[in-house]
Each structure stands twice: as structure tokens, then as C-alpha cells.
């Protein structure tokens, strides 16, 4: 169900005068629609993105970026906080958006002594792991040296080392950032925490991040490497890696992908232009213990074998990302578990012009939950799934989005109801990116609230602010008649609200959606499986899994809206905890007759 999170704003500008006012104020440049450098300032690292923003602002200070927010909100404009756009294909339109890139601002600083690095907005991973390396550490950098830390870091983080030491984001210890109303702040776990929590993991809504604090880790000995086989043999070849990988220890991180190498001159000639199954892994230990772990892999006798003991710096280039920005269309879904059904899936849908399609081990460090963790929390799924292809026009790009269709409706019987925050390419509620029976998602919507109540600050994958919502707009609703002020007003605020289209599927009730809804404006049908005609609902009725057996009397059902609606809804942990700590709203419940169906 898509929730909407404002409409297009209409810059407030008189002439262009103001503009070339805050450009003159900039130590970096700002870029408009038309000058000479317009197509290379608005280009993404994911060149299938076609950003057309409002300006951009190449800023080259923390000054700069107080001076673009100043701007932003007088002249009521977007502020989209950019390091190096692989993150670019889930963005919104961008009209009446400033896009801020932080590109030119790639200090890095090491303390050996204290084991942190201090890392401006723009830097690449690269700038990073190398001078910590120097200095004998490790970060928990991904797979591709170039993609920025920062937008990694707030999306979670997941690199070579997430099964031994965790997601980048709970590995930070301070962030700088820039405010909507404009302040500079150092979030840690005494200064504004609540802020400091929700940008691990809560993305790019809360400010513009100017510098990163990140642990540092001794460098420990390492043995790495992938394995090739024919293609031929990638069902057989993934089925022994996971039954490999289920008995590893947390030193061990590894990924089972299919590989079609294009025919291009930037791929090694032995691999130019063919196919194959490829396991790859990262071993924190010695050489004769990683040896002892992947010889059962060796024994399926791969046509090409790197596995070695490595320095920190290989492990950017293990993976083969491409060095250079590319075009790219692709999508990722987190699986609970990978039978061997899951993996026939795989396997039949790694067609072109899918070019790469990974599964990567979770487990370890990232399913074990620590106070000290920001918003993103623990990975609880088995495994997460990427796949990507090349899209250099509109029509090929068509054909990728559908083959990465296929794939996911494949593997959806595994799929988890969240999904990963950095490997989504695409548009997502932004509820799906954080565990169902957690608050995460309303703590976060609330902190946008307090710090960036007119939704200033756009980030690839949105939290909206949380609204206010007035008792008086559910109590006329039966299930919530009989409660008192009091527990109104707690119900209220536990509420959210959303939009839907006309023809929107609501919430299939015997599936995930267990979310209760108020509607306030607009018309739905409930549509049983077989059985009596529809039933209309509209203003004042409730539906949802309680809702339903409230309004229609069934326990399995489809709503669908008519018209456009406006709605209400308490989200699912949030019904939980307020059917239990409010016993007038369960009496109410139980009053209607309403008990919850098994699912
Ligand atoms: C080739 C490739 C390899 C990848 N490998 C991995 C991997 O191994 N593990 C993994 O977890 N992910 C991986 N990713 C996903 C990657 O982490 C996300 O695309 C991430 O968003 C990229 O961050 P960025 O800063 O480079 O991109 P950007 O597009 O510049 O940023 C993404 C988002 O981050 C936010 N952001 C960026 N900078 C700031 C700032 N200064 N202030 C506030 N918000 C900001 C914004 O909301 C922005 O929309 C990979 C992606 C690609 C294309």
C-alpha cells in the first residue's frame, strides 16, 4: 500500500536573484538546469537513474550545507542528501529538490590510538580502508570500494566482516549532521540519542550527515578467495554451499551467486562472456584453519580457485564489483530459510539479462541484538538475495525489471515480510525495512517528527513524520466506542495514516496483514473466497484482520478500495501492546465478539 508523504512543493522564489545570492554565499558550487556542468553535477553513480532536480549543490563545507538547509526551507524546497548515487534508483522525483551532493568532501582521519576513523560525507569506502589498513585496521566496509560510506552506514551495512563483527551501522560511534532548522550536531549515545539511534539504519531522512565516526578493528588474519564452476553445475554447487555454510562458525562470511560475465574488455579474457556458479568467502583466521573449512567446497572441484591468505585491502575486490559507475536495475528480498526448493528457484530464473545474483550467508554478529544498536537493529533472516542487470536504454531495462519479477515471485514462499534497506532498489513502504513486532518503524517516524516535521530531507527509502491524530477521528468508529478519553488518546496516538489509490489491494487477511484500519474518506469491498457477495465498506468502518470480522463477519478476505481512501491505521505491534496495556480496548474487543483468527 503506497503512503504518501506529501505532494510536489512549488519553490517559493522571487526571480532567480535569491539563487545566485546563495551561490555567491557557497564555497562550493551550486549548479542549475542549464549551465554547462548541469548533466555531469546530476549524474548517479547508477547511471540508469535520470535525476532531475531542483539545483544541485556540490557543497565543500559543513557552512555550505547550513547555508543549502537555510535556503531550502525558506524558499520551502527538498533537500536529497547525495554521496555518490548508488543508492539513486529508489529515490522520489526530485522537483523542488535540492540535490546535495557531498562528493567533495573525502577527509578521512585515523586515530590508531582511540581505534576510530573520522570520515567526511563524501568519502568512498576506499579513501578508508586503505589508510586504516596502513595503520593495521579493518573496517566493516561492503562489497565495492566505491560505494560511499556513508549511505551504506545509515542503510545498515552489510560487508565481508558482518558475520563475525555486525552491520556497520551498530559499529558507529558518533555522527556530525546538519539539522532542518539548520543546527550542527554530534550525535552520540549522550547527545541526542534518540536522533543518534534512528540515522543507523534509519537512512537519509534525519539531516545531512557532514562526518561519520567508525570503530576500527586490529587487522586479524585473513583467508579469502571464490571458487568457480560451470554453470552446469550451480544447483548441485549451491546446494552444497548451503549445507556448508550451515555448519561454519561466525568467522566466516559467504556469498553463492551465478555470475554472466558480459563480453566487455573489462573482464579478465578467461571469463569474458561466460557463466558461473561462484562461492565466495571471507575466513577471519589463519591459513591452515581456513584451509581445514573450505576443503569440503574444494572437493566439488572448481575450475578456478583464489582461496589465500589476503591483506585487508583485497577483500574490496573480491566480490568483482564493477569499478566504474554503470547503469543498473536490480532488487533484493531477504529469505528466511534456502531449502533446496528455494534454490532451484534460483537457479531457473539466473537468466540473462540478469547478470549477477547473490545470496549471502546472515546469521552471526548480525542476529545477535546489542543495546548499542541504532534503528537497523538485528538481521534475523537466514540469508538475503540480491540480483542486478545491466539496463543501458529503457527497453532493456524493462526486460530486467521483469526478470527480476520472475526471480522474486519465484522465491517469494521464502521471502521474509521485512526487507534489506541497502539491497532495495526499488520503492518500499517504509515499514517492510524493519522487523514487524518491533516499534522501530513508528519510534522512527516519530523522531522525524521532532527533527524534520515538514519532511524536508528526501532519502531513498523515506520515513515519513508521524502525524498527530485527534481523537475524534476514530471515536466514532464501533471497535474503539466504548473506551475511555484516556485510552482514546493512546490509540490515537499509536495511529498512522495513509493513502490509497483506487484498485488498491489492501491487506489480504490470511497473509501478512494483520494492520487494523479506520477509514476516514472513500469506499472498499471486502471480497470473501467464494461464498456470499461482497461487502461495501466506507467512512467510519474498520477493517483489518479484527476489523473484518467486525464489519463482514469473515475470517478470510481481500479489501478493495473503490475509490481513493484516506485511512487510519495501528499497525500490528502496535495493536498488540495496546490490547494489553489497555484492558477497557480488549473488553471491547471481546464485547464485539471479536477474537483474532489463527493464521
Ligand atoms: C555495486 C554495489 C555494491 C554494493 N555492495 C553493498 C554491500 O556489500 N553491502 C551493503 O550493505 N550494501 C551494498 N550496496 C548498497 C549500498 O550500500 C546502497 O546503495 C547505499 O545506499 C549506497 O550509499 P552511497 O552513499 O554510495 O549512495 P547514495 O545514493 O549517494 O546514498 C544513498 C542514500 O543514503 C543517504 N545519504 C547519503 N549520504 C548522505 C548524507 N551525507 N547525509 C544524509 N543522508 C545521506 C541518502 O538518503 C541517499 O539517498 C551496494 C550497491 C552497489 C551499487
Known amino acids: 500500500m503506497p503512503l504518501m508523504t506529501g505532494g510536489a512543493r512549488s519553490p517559493d522564489l522571487a526571480g532567480t536573484g535569491d539563487l545566485h545570492a546563495l551561490r555567491g554565499r557557497l564555497t562550493g558550487s551550486l549548479v542549475l538546469p542549464g549551465d554547462p556542468e548541469w548533466d555531469d553535477a546530476r549524474r548517479a553513480w547508477n547511471l540508469a537513474v535520470d535525476q532531475r532536480p531542483f539545483a544541485v549543490a556540490l557543497v565543500e563545507s559543513v557552512e555550505d550545507v547550513v547555508r543549502v538547509v537555510e535556503f531550502a ?9 547525495q554521496g555518490t548515487g548508488h543508492g539513486a534508483s529508489s529515490l522520489a522525483v526530485l522537483d523542488g529538490t535540492i540535490l546535495l551532493k557531498t562528493s567533495r568532501l573525502r577527509g578521512v582521519e585515523i586515530d590508531a590510538g582511540a581505534a576510530r576513523a573520522r570520515v567526511q560525507a563524501g568519502a568512498l569506502w576506499e579513501d578508508v580502508v586503505v589508510p586504516a589498513a596502513e595503520q593495521g585496521f579493518v573496517v566493516l566496509h561492503g562489497s565495492s570500494p566505491d560505494v560511499g560510506v ?90 552444497s554451499w548451503r549445507d556448508w555454510s550451515e555448519t561454519v562458525p561466525h568467522e566466516v562470511t559467504s556469498v553463492g551467486r551465478i555470475l554472466h560475465f558480459p563480453p566487455i574488455p573489462d573482464v579478465p579474457e578467461e571469463m569474458r562472456g561466460q557463466s558461473f556458479v561462484i562461492v565466495e568467502a571471507v575466513f577471519v583466521g589463519s591459513e591452515a584453519d581456513g584451509t581445514a573449512l573450505v576443503a569440503q567446497l574444494r572437493a566439488l572441484d572448481p575450475s578456478r580457485d583464489t582461496f589465500a591468505p589476503v591483506a585487508p585491502t583485497a577483500l574490496q575486490h573480491l566480490h568483482m564489483d564493477p569499478p566504474q559507475p554503470v547503469p543498473g536495475v536490480g532488487d533484493g528480498l531477504f529469505l528466511e530459510r534456502l531449502p533446496d526448493e528455494a534454490i532451484g528457484a534460483f537457479v531457473q530464473n539466473a537468466v540473462p539479462p540478469l547478470i549477477s545474483l547473490e545470496i549471502r550467508q546472515l546469521g552471526g554478529a548480525m542476529a545477535s541484538s546489542a543495546q548499542h544498536h541504532g534503528a537497523v537493529g538485528t538481521l534475523d533472516a537466514g540469508y538475503v538475495m540480491f540480483a542486478v542487470g545491466m539496463a543501458p536504454n529503457p527497453e532493456i531495462a524493462a526486460a530486467v525489471h521483469e526478470a527480476v519479477d520472475r526471480l522474486k515471485a519465484g522465491l517469494a514462499p521464502w521471502e521474509s515480510a521485512r526487507t534489506y534497506f541497502n539491497f532495495a532498489e526499488r520503492h518500499v513502504g517504509g515499514a517492510r525495512l524493519y522487523p ?14 521532532t527533527y524534520d516535521p515538514a519532511e524536508m530531507f528526501v532519502s531513498n527509502h523515506p520515513i515519513p513524520s508521524a502525524v498527530v491524530i485527534d481523537t475524534a477521528r476514530i471515536a466514532g468508529a464501533p ?52 461464498g456470499p457477495p461482497p461487502v ?31 485511512l487510519l491505521a495501528l499497525s500490528e505491534p502496535d495493536f498488540e501492546r495496546i490490547r494489553q496495556e489497555i484492558p477497557e480496548f480488549e473488553r471491547s474487543l471481546r464485547s464485539l465478539g471479536l477474537e483474532r483468527s489463527s493464521r
Open 479 to 530: 471497535l474503539f466506542a466504548n473506551l475511555p478519553a484516556t485510552e482514546l488518546e493512546e490509540l490515537a496516538g499509536a495511529m498512522g495514516e495513509a493513502e490509497v489509490d483506487a484498485g488498491t489491494e489492501i491487506v489480504t487477511i490470511d497473509e501478512s496483514g494483520s494492520t487494523v484500519y479506520v477509514i476516514e474518506a472513500g469506499e472498499a469491498e471486502v471480497i470473501g473466497a467464494g
Open 150 to 239: 556513508v549511505g551504506y552506514t545509515l542503510g545498515g551495512g552489510m560487508g565481508w566482516l558482518a558475520r563475525s563483527r555486525g552491520l556497520a551501522a551498530n559499529s558507529v560511534t558518533a555522527v556530525e549532521l546538519v539539522t532542518s532548522e539548520g543546527r550542527i550536531v554530534r550525535l552520540d549515545s549522550e547527545n541526542e540519542p534518540d536522533l543518534f539511534w534512528a540515522v543507523r539504519g534509519g537512512g537519509g531522512s534525519f539531516g545531512v550527515v557532514t562526518a561519520i565516526e567508525l570503530e576500527l578493528y586490529p587487522t586479524p588474519e585473513l583467508y579469502a578467495g571464490a571458487m568457480f564452476w560451470p554453470l552446469e553445475r550451480a544447483d548441485e554447487v549451491l546446494r
Open 436 to 449: 514487524l513486532k518491533t516499534y522501530t518503524f513508528q519510534r522512527l517516524r516519530q523522531i522525524k517528527a
Open 73 to 81: 526551507r525558506e524558499h520551502g524546497l527538498r533537500i536529497a542528501p
Open 536 to 566: 461495501a465498506l466506507g467512512p467510519g468502518d474498520t477493517f483489518g484482520e479484527i476489523g473484518l470480522l467486525l464489519t463482514a463477519g469473515k475470517r478470510t478476505a481481500t479489501v478493495v478500495a473503490r475509490t481513493p481512501m484516506q
